[in-house]
């Protein structure tokens, strides 16, 4: 079966320091995960995608992930926050069905002090 | 491009009343999600479309829950008789291709939050 941990529930960072939003996951055979952000009373929106190839993958609005397999793990980084940055983000894994499904972690709410 | 169009954005009302969300997908987009995501969790999947086909709607509660996607755009996701656990916020998402050999990404429409009194 596929899960997603994400084990922050809340993250604080100041403006200008490099962030980090930690994922592991747990799947059978080759994963596919992606990172989307929530900002209030509106959907998700995709940030970035692991399939395959080079294991820092580059996203938008400056983000980036880092996939390690020997550790399960595909966390979010940014070099330096901005206060807009602040959201609630979310860690997922595609089922390795057919039937292409995401599988959400339980979010991580990122917030970005002045 | 225009993005997953969801409608209503909020809706209120009593238990054991029905409710109708409405999608509409990118133009194009071959498979449809719908997704439930109550508060503090992460969305989790009722039902996915390919086309007008059901692919997958093994989380669906099917004793009160229902989709359909006519034509194979446009779908609806009803509830009824609706239950105090079905406050949630209701997301649609699409995605260009389905199946197993497709690694496409979904992009979600901005949610029907619903309130059960």
């Known amino acids: 079966a596929q899960s997603v941990a994400q084990p922050e529930d809340q993250v604080n960072v100041a403006e200008g320091n490099p962030l980090t939003v930690k994922c592991t996951y747990s799947v059978s055979g080759n994963p596919y995960l992606f990172w989307y952000v929530q900002y209030p009373n509106r959907g998700l929106q995709f940030l970035l995608k692991?399939?395959?190839?080079?294991?820092l993958v580059k996203g938008s609005y400056g983000f980036e992930a880092e996939f390690n397999k020997s550790q399960t793990s595909f966390h979010l980084k940014k070099p330096s926050a901005l206060v807009s940055d602040s959201a609630l983000y979310f860690c997922a894994v595609r089922d390795q069905t057919g039937a292409n499904n995401l599988f959400f972690g339980t979010g991580t709410r990122l917030t970005v002090i002045p | 491009e225009a993005g997953v169009a969801q409608s209503p954005r909020y809706k209120i009302i009593e238990k054991r009343q029905s409710v109708a969300f409405w999608c509409n997908p990118i133009s194009g987009h071959a498979t449809l999600y719908w997704y439930q995501q109550i508060l503090g969790q992460g969305p989790k999947l009722l039902i996915q479309?390919?086309?007008?086909?059901?692919?997958?709607d093994s989380q669906l509660p099917k004793d009160r829950f229902s989709a359909e996607r006519l034509k194979g755009v446009d779908s609806t996701l009803k509830i009824q008789p609706a239950k105090l656990e079905d406050s949630a916020v209701y997301l649609c998402?699409?995605?260009?291709?389905?199946?197993?050999?497709?690694?496409?990404?979904?992009?979600f429409g901005p949610g029907t939050r619903l309130t059960v009194l």
């Open positions: 998402a699409s995605s260009l291709r389905a199946g197993t050999e497709s690694t496409d990404t979904q992009y």
């Open positions: 479309f390919q086309n007008n086909g059901v692919v997958d």
């Open positions: 692991y399939i395959t190839g080079d294991n």
